[in-house]
């Protein structure tokens, strides 16, 4: 019996030991692609003998065989379209037992019981066929899925492209009133400054405060965004003069590390 089995359902036997004395040779067990059975040793020749019905229909309609970390017990899933349908076979009631194979990750999709007028022999096909319709149902799904994450990335990159373009107007328009206020500001630098050097050449101190009235007229033109700002001493960065905090060190390339905290 052992040997006409599928190969899957006879490393599932192998791996459950429900093998007869002197039967299954060196074959190693593969729990990666044993059909995942829960039944006791009373049901177990028959439990075999139904999963191995169920994987040569699989073969005959062309379907595939695969294991799936996902199903319960990390058991073969059936390939239908691409999709992986998880199939158990296990023995349910207490005093009067009965075996039943359950399909899908969520065992209430598709439920296939024993029964006294039909047992599960007859119904293989048709459980068959409710794997088909769950794999299609999924495969509905996920396309479902997929189109509505594409139109969610569609709308996200419609909104990042919007808020990138207020955000440049409202640096464009900050930058504006910035540069008007400056250059109002230049106005009002030279504007004192001439009114300054009138009253120096008045008292007849332009002379003595030149260097004075040479370093307002760099402090109106850095200000000025229409003239060339020039270097001055204010722009050079804060790290490169301030002093040491208290963990801190200056390296030889004038750079400060910090070696605590």
Same mark, same amino acid.
């Given at each position: ?27 190693? @067990? /593969? ?10 040793? &009373?049901?177990?020749?028959? =439990?075999?003998?139904?999963? *191995? ?14 294991? *799936? &970390?996902? #199903? ?13 349908? @998880? ?28 029964? %006294? #007028? ?10 068959? =066929?409710? #794997? ?23 709308? +996200? $990159? ?5 808020? *990138?373009?207020?955000?440049? +107007? ?6 504006? !009133?910035?540069? %008007?206020?400056?250059?109002?500001? &230049?106005?009002?630098?030279?504007? $004192? ?5 009138? =009253? ?5 101190? !332009? /002379? ?8 307002? &007229? ?10 060339? #700002? @020039? ?5 050079? @960065?804060?790290? *490169? ?6 963990? +801190?060190? !200056?390296?030889? /390339? ?8």
């Amino acid at each position: 019996m052992f040997d006409n089995l599928h190969l899957v359902i006879q490393a599932t036997a192998k791996l459950h030991q429900w093998l007869p004395p002197g039967e299954g040779g060196t074959l190693r @067990p /593969d729990r990666n692609l044993c059909f995942d059975i829960s039944v006791s040793d &009373a049901n177990c020749k028959r =439990a075999l003998g139904l999963a *191995d019905k169920l994987l040569r229909v699989c073969e005959a309609e062309s379907l595939g065989i695969t294991y *799936d &970390a996902t #199903s319960y017990e990390h058991g073969v899933s059936i390939v239908i379209d691409g999709e992986l349908v @998880p199939i158990r076979l296990v023995e349910r009631g207490r005093r009067v037992t009965h075996l039943a194979f359950e399909i899908g990750r969520n065992p209430t999709l598709g439920v296939w019981k024993d029964t %006294a #007028s039909r047992p599960l022999e007859q119904k293989v096909s048709k459980i068959i =066929a409710a #794997s088909r319709k769950i794999a299609t149902n999924r495969t509905v799904w996920r396309k479902r899925e997929e189109a509505f994450e594409r139109k969610q990335k569609a709308v +996200e $990159y419609e909104r990042a492209e919007l808020r *990138d373009q207020v955000n440049q +107007e409202r640096e464009a328009h900050k930058a504006l !009133l910035n540069d %008007a206020n400056n250059w109002q500001r &230049a106005q009002l630098v030279r504007a $004192y400054l001439a009114a300054a050097e009138r =009253a120096a050449v008045q008292d007849g101190t !332009l /002379d003595r405060d030149a260097a004075w009235f040479s370093w307002a &007229a760099e402090q109106a033109d850095r200000l000025d965004p229409l003239r060339p #700002s @020039p270097p001055l001493v204010l722009d050079i @960065p804060y790290d *490169d003069y301030r002093e040491l905090g208290p963990y +801190e060190i !200056l390296c030889e /390339d004038g750079s400060i590390e910090r070696i605590w905290g």
